[in-house]
């Protein structure tokens, strides 16, 4: 996969970026929009991706993956997400490094990264997907309501490039999505996924807006939907917003 790196210093959003490249169809399968500083990043939701300028990783990677059906949509973000974990490994060693179901990568339990997915869908199949990475790199405070914030630098002690740090990641997700196009071999993705789930074949209490429970994750479907098993022996399947973790 080829990417065309797009730099542009200021900028309101990234994936509003991508997204107006894929409108006015001027926009390539690996282009890559990036930013030092972005007016308006959001993370999942209403939520805000609070980033200080020139100190964090912030991209918008438009893919067309015509390979990977709309019910599928979810092996875009099992892909991405691999990618990051297997970055931030090369840089924080001996420390807990899991991806929070669905698209969040923790480390020891704080927030180190995210992922904004947009797919536009047309029949069966994706025509394009913009995946907005967010990476805390060497930003040292926070200072938004974000509950759990932590960057690179608090393990490595010294700034990084994110120029190298940029390259490392597209040649990550690149390894990731030409492996996949090539063999489609959704299981194979899926359980490298499962394997740096958080609290993944673990005890643990949710809430599911009503009532808290006990549960275990076991598995995850293709849909993304997140299944838990329960302490009646029960499997619930959960969307997106229909589960809360609670410490």
């Known amino acids: 996969m ?3 790196i797009i730099n542009i210093p200021e900028i309101e959003s990234t994936n509003i970026y991508a997204k107006q490249l894929i409108d006015s169809g001027d926009a390539s399968e690996g282009d ?11 993370g999942q939701g209403d939520n805000f991706w609070e980033s200080e300028p020139g100190s964090n ?3 918008s990677i438009i893919f067309q993956p015509k390979m990977i059906q ?4 979810f092996v875009l973000t099992q892909l991405v997400s691999i990618a990051i974990v297997d970055l931030i490994k090369e840089y924080v060693i001996n420390e807990e490094i899991k991806v929070k179901w669905p698209n969040d990568i ?16 047309k029949g069966s199949e994706i025509e394009f997907s913009i995946a907005g990475i ?5 930003q040292k405070r926070y200072y938004s309501e974000a509950p759990n914030p932590i960057s690179i630098i608090h393990f ?17 997700i690149g390894t990731n999505y030409w492996n996949y196009k090539l063999n489609q071999n959704c299981q194979r993705l899926k359980s490298e996924y499962i394997h740096n789930l958080f609290r993944y074949n673990e005890w643990a209490t949710y809430s599911d807006g009503k009532n808290f429970f006990q549960g275990k994750i076991i598995e995850v479907d293709g849909f993304g939907r997140l ?21």
């Open 227 to 247: 299944t838990v098993k329960l302490k009646n022996g029960n499997d619930k399947k959960f969307g997106f917003k229909e589960i809360e973790f609670i410490k």
């Open 2 to 4: 080829q990417f065309n």
């Open 32 to 42: 890559v929009v990036s930013t030092q500083y972005q007016k308006q990043g959001r």
């Open 156 to 172: 490595t002690d010294k700034s990084i490039s994110l120029n190298v740090l940029l390259n490392k990641l597209l040649d990550n």
């Open 57 to 59: 990783l912030l991209v």
């Open 106 to 121: 923790w480390i020891n339990g704080k927030k180190v990264a995210g992922i904004l997915f947009q797919n536009f869908v």
């Open 70 to 73: 709309a019910s599928q949509q």
């Open 134 to 138: 967010g990476i805390n790199v060497n």
